[in-house]
Structure formats: C-alpha cells, structure tokens
C-alpha cells in the first residue's frame, strides 16, 4: 500500500516564475492539505482540499492555488515565484472526518529559487 | 488555535526510556491532542493520539494529565533512529498548526 508520493522531489526556478508541485494521497483518503516547511521551521498550513474544493486556507497570499482531482490527486501551483518562496512543500493526506483522523505525509518537494 | 509550549530540546541516552512533555493549558474540550515526529530529511510522521485517556500504540505511549491541560509522549526505549524533531499539536479539525517542537537528541 502505497502511502503519499510527491513529484518532483527536487526543483530549482528562478524568480517570477510558476511552479506546479503535484501529490498522490495514501490509498483510500479523500482530504489532501499542504505545508509550506521553511528551513528550521514547523511545517504552515497553506490549504486543504475536499471534494475538489478549498475547504480551509491558512494565512498564505492568492499566487498559491491548487487543485483536486476526481482520483483526490491534488496540484498546489505557485505564480510569480519570490526568493522567500524557498522551502519544503509538504503534502498530507487524510480521512475528512476532523480532528481524530492523523494525517499521512509524503517527503516533499524541495524548490529553491534563485 | 489553542497553543502547545514544548522544550526547545532534549537528550537520552540510547536504550533509555524518554519523558517528551508538553503544555496546553488553552486546550478546549473538542481538541484531540496529537504527537508527529520528523526525522531528518523525511516528512512528518503520525506518532499517537489521544482525547482524554491515556493511548498506547506499537511507537509510543500518551499521558494526557487528569485536567488535559499536559500531556507527555514516552518512548519506552529510545533508539537512535528516534533521533527527530517532535511536534505535540492540539487538533479541532482535519488542519495542523505545528509549533517549533521538541529536538531529541539520542546519545549512544
């Protein structure tokens, strides 16, 4: 069984661009939430996706999006891309149910920009 | 979101057992009181979780105090590859707002 997967794991951009980071959940959850993990730091909620829609959003500025797929795939996208941007991007999956449901995370994604 | 004050870090010996505690005084009575850890270069990983009794899993066990207001994960016999950063979160709802956490450290 297959827990949470994360492409690329790896990327390297350069200011002003758009990146797409992408997250397969573990087998069987339906609720995808991504972190934003700076150097050094706990990982910051950045939003969470159920049935295809945001469901909750952390305090993180409208050039991060995402996306949920009908197989509870999801895509968080980020548009003109700021040195600060620079961090682990954490993907974690889950069963919708609140606060009595851990959640599973995949290894990330580690963008630098330049 | 009710906050969780931890030791910015600890030390035990390998072979040891391991108290980690933390307080949440603001805990409310609908927050889960949840433990991840994160090894290095990994995610984080799902350790245990508990309401109001105490929980045992295959990792560790929970001490949720009488007045939920403290709880103290235990690793009954620390091994090196315990060595991580250890997150004690209270959660409403399916987010997580993690703190700065716990670093263990384990000396052979």
């Known amino acids: 069984d297959a827990g949470v997967t994360q492409s690329p794991t790896h990327l390297i951009k350069t200011r002003g661009q758009q990146v797409t980071l992408r997250c397969s959940p573990k087998?069987?959850?339906?609720?995808v939430s991504w972190y934003q993990q700076a150097l050094g730091q706990g990982p910051q909620f950045i939003f969470q996706?159920?049935?295809?829609?945001?469901?909750q959003r952390g305090n993180f500025p409208d050039r991060f999006s995402g996306h949920q797929f009908p197989n509870y795939s999801s895509e968080l996208n980020v548009n003109a891309l700021l040195l600060g941007d620079s961090a682990l991007y954490l993907c974690?999956?889950?069963?919708?149910?609140?606060?009595?449901?851990?959640?599973?995370f995949g290894d990330g994604t580690r963008l630098s920009i330049l | 979101d009710a906050k969780t004050t931890q030791p910015n870090s600890m030390e035990s010996n390998e072979e040891e057992p391991v108290h980690l505690p933390c307080n949440h005084s603001?805990?409310?009575?609908?927050?889960?009181i949840h433990w991840y850890r994160q090894l290095p270069s990994q995610g984080p990983e799902y350790v245990i979780h508990?309401?109001?009794s105490n929980v045992n899993n295959r990792m560790a066990s929970l001490a949720i105090a009488e007045d939920r207001k403290s709880s103290t994960l235990i690793l009954h016999r620390a091994t090196l590859r315990d060595a991580a950063v250890y997150y004690c979160?209270?959660?409403?709802?399916?987010?997580?707002?993690f703190g700065k956490g716990t670093r263990l450290h384990i000396l052979p």
């Open positions: 974690a999956s889950s069963l919708a149910q609140g606060g009595n449901q851990p959640q599973h």
């Open positions: 087998s069987g959850h339906d609720t």
């Open positions: 996706y159920y049935e295809e829609e945001e469901r």
């Open positions: 603001t805990i409310s009575g609908t927050d889960y």
């Open positions: 508990g309401l109001t």
């Open positions: 979160i209270l959660r409403w709802d399916d987010k997580i707002i």
